[in-house]
């Protein structure tokens, strides 16, 4: 369940950020670097989410 919420807001910042980088939306004015950490938080909560269970 919790890898499931974790990807789901993963690709939900992904996306966010990937539409904050395109300047004729108006979608709302945030900064280009707040996009960009967005996206790359998105990116890193997909890598975790995808990863598999270490077992021990």
């Keep these: 369940m919790v890898k499931l ?17 395109i300047p004729g939306l108006p979608l709302g004015t945030e900064p280009a670097w707040h996009a960009v950490v967005k996206i790359v ?3 890193l ?3 975790v989410s995808m990863a598999k269970k270490k077992e021990s």
């Design 5 to 21: 919420l974790l990807t789901i807001y993963s690709w939900l910042l992904l996306i966010m950020g990937i539409l904050g980088l």
């Design 41 to 43: 938080l998105g990116l």
């Design 45 to 47: 909560g997909i890598w």
